[in-house]
């Protein structure tokens, strides 16, 4: 994707110095275009939670008391938004420039004709509606941790309607906390994202459960928040199995706790767990 954006690039710069500026603005879209993949195809290989996001903070509840919050971050969704709408303002740029007899060096060849760029209209028409959507309907959580337990404050698009759901679960109600992960089948490749579940002794309140909660489980999808979903497992897990060390999270540095290992360490982590046979990409690989 890459590769095309730095030939599209050129092209783009061809099309200023011969001055169509219809073609220009059009496959400087189609940049936009190849450079957002590229981004997005990097934090898929694993180049994302670097470092401790600043959206990470501390909390003081006043039922819960002190500790600390994580939501669901916002880039992801924005970056696949500005996608769609890059490759919407292409095809509808191509279809605008030739139907007004302008240029048709924008329609992928064989295409250009009418029928060709009624099709990239459509198109076009299609991506800008998805790109609101991505961001009208993307799912926003709040993951609180305190010493007494784990709330979950959650906001999903399900059924026309958005729903929300606050749960609240003390240390002493989760049974067990177990990495999982969501397997999605594309054409090329499976792409696998990290969830936590958090099992309880008793069954979860209906109105309370989310997509991929069980009746007796509470699903942490951790692909989706801004912390390092192994940091993250990790932290859980600690504060579940030492219950005289959850005091570290009314410290002032208690955000601290999420700061991720560099990414060599990461990288070499997952090697280790793939060669053992354990998996690769799972949230209990570091």
Known sequence: MLAFGVLGGVVTAQSVGEGDVAAAAGFACLVLVFI???ILGLGLGGFRSIGLSRRIVQSHDQTYGRGIEVPTGRY????LAAVLASGAAYGLTAAAVHFAGIAEALLPEGRDTGGGAALMALA?????????LCIVCRPRTVLGIYPSGVHRRARQWRRQVFRRSD????WDDVASILPDEMVVHTGWADVMHPMIKLATHEALP???RLQFDEEATATVMAKLFVAEPNTLLALLQ???????RRYVLERPDARELLRPPPLRERFRAARLAKSSGSGMGRPGGV
């Open 36 to 38: 957002g993949l590229s």
């Open 76 to 79: 992801g969704a924005l970056l």
């Open 124 to 132: 076009g028409s299609v991506a800008l509606v998805a790109a609101v």
């Open 167 to 170: 749960l609240f679960l003390a």
């Open 206 to 208: 209906a109105e309370d």
């Open 238 to 244: 600690f504060l579940k199995d030492n219950p005289d």
